[in-house]
């Protein structure tokens, strides 16, 4: 969520391989500090004397509660979402083989994409991981040119792009973003496509053209109706997310995505700046599941073996 949002920008094509992953989960129906639960599920293993590889780089905060609290906003298949009431996808997967090497549980809950960055400042999750962008502004405490908070530091373990999806059949011939001057476009508010909109709208009356008009929403769902309904040409969104969509949502007949994904960036989790014993924790975590293969394996369960990095990194964004 380059989004939502986070880009979520903000990536590609996500296939078969069992991964040996549990993700239990319930739905919250309660509304709680800045973000409205909708689902949550844990992730790794509990054990009374801890053997993990990566146990001991944890703050004893979480060596004694044995969870890491993670915040998600489970809408952005095959990424993350809910799905009988659990959160499943590749962030939560991923989550499972971290907590096996660090020997914790990764409990996941989602609200709103736009309270993600809040929640972490105001500590209700220790992380936040949800096919968020790694973006300097972030990494400073900025969104939309808005200071929210000291910002944050990226743990990045995946790399997205942004993609362009059309009703099946692409009425209006829109071959890439650029196609969209003067056309209404779909996208999920807070994100880092909506800010690739944004930049496009500018180059396209730099250019002479009309803006885009921008049709911003709550979540993604209400985004994708919007262009199956016809009210917008297109939709913006995650390359991985938008190849989903398009394979999946009604056998494969609504959506199609034209052009390639632009603007690649690494997904990242959000960790708080003050926290860095557990954001180097989680990066030899994540370096250690893409040494023994665990997360290739998740990667190509859910079909999103393009977005693969070879190394984790801290605040690579851009």
């Given at each position: 969520m380059t989004a939502s949002t986070l880009c979520r920008t903000a990536a590609k094509s996500r296939i078969a391989a069992v991964?040996?992953?549990?993700?239990?989960?319930?739905?919250?129906?309660?509304?709680?500090?800045?973000?409205?639960?909708?689902g949550s599920t844990k992730a790794g293993n509990d054990t009374s004397e801890n053997s993990a590889p990566l146990f001991d780089k944890l703050p004893q905060k979480y060596q004694k509660s044995g969870v890491i609290k993670v915040g998600t906003n489970a809408e952005y298949a095959p990424m993350e979402s809910v799905e009988n009431g659990k959160i499943v996808?590749?962030?939560?997967?991923l989550a499972e083989a971290l907590g096996k090497q660090l020997?914790?549980?990764l409990e996941f809950t989602s609200g709103s994409f736009e309270g993600l960055i809040t929640s972490l400042y105001s500590g209700r999750h220790d992380v936040i991981m949800s096919s968020i962008t790694d973006t300097k502004d972030r990494q400073e405490g900025l969104e939309d040119g808005k200071k929210l908070g000291k910002g944050m530091d990226f743990v990045d373990y995946f790399l997205a792009g942004t993609a362009v999806y059309t009703k099946k059949g692409n009425p209006e011939g829109i071959k890439s973003i650029k196609d969209l001057c003067g056309k209404g476009a779909a996208v999920q508010r807070g994100t880092t496509y909506e800010k690739a909109l944004q930049k496009q709208s500018k180059a396209c009356t730099d250019g002479g053209k009309k803006a885009v008009d921008i049709q911003s929403f709550e979540n993604d769902t209400e985004a994708q109706t919007r262009v199956k309904s016809g009210g917008?040409?297109?939709?913006?969104?995650?390359y991985p997310v938008a190849l989903d969509l398009a394979r999946k949502a009604n056998g494969g007949k609504d959506y199609e995505v034209v052009g390639e994904q632009v603007d690649a960036g690494p997904f990242g989790i959000g960790v708080n700046k003050d926290n860095t014993d557990l954001r180097d924790a989680l990066k030899e975590a994540v370096d250690a599941i893409i040494a023994d293969g665990s997360y290739q394996k998740v990667l190509d369960k859910w079909?999103?073996?393009?977005?693969?990095?070879?190394?984790?990194?801290?605040?690579?964004?851009?």
């Open positions: 991964c040996a992953v549990a993700v239990a989960g319930t739905l919250l129906l309660t509304a709680c500090g800045d973000q409205t639960d909708s996808g590749v962030d939560p997967d020997g914790v549980k917008a040409v297109a939709g913006v969104n995650d079909g999103a073996g393009t977005g693969a990095i070879d190394k984790a990194a801290i605040n690579g964004g851009k």
